[in-house]
């Protein structure tokens, strides 16, 4: 399983960013997808989930109402939708895969077993 996360960049306080993430070497539409990321000098938190058709999702109360994530099945890609960015969601992101298929989305790491090489993004302010 191969995931390649893209759309990281630089971008003032108020902007916003599109990730993604594609994934390969897995059925794609069977699993549940999630960001979590990782600050400087902080442990890797949990950001967002979606679950594997796309009609249930979970977010950590910091990026409620500012994140959105969505998925599109027929390419095998997740999105993570950034609007109004803070200096504090400064972190590399990560896209991950469920474990188990036909789950709802779950926030926690442990769930997780194929993870993207991360995406760097920067709020400047």
């Known amino acids: 399983v191969q995931l390649q996360a893209s759309g990281g960049g630089l971008v003032q306080a108020g902007g916003s960013l599109r990730l993604s993430c594609a994934a390969s070497g897995r059925t794609f539409s069977s699993y549940a997808m999630g960001w979590f990321r990782q600050a400087p000098g902080k442990e890797r938190e949990f950001v967002a989930a979606?679950?594997?058709?796309?009609?249930?999702?979970v977010y950590a109360d910091s990026v409620k109402g500012r994140f959105t994530i969505s998925r599109d099945n027929a390419r095998g890609t997740v999105y993570l939708q950034m609007n109004s960015l803070k200096p504090e969601d400064t972190a590399v992101y990560y896209c991950?895969?469920?474990?188990?298929?036909?789950?709802?989305?779950?926030?926690?790491?442990?769930?997780?077993?194929?993870w993207g090489q991360g995406t760097q993004v920067t709020v400047s302010s």
């Open positions: 979606i679950n594997w058709a796309g009609g249930g999702t």
């Open positions: 991950a895969t469920e474990r188990a298929p036909w789950t709802q989305p779950r926030t926690t790491q442990d769930r997780y077993d194929y």
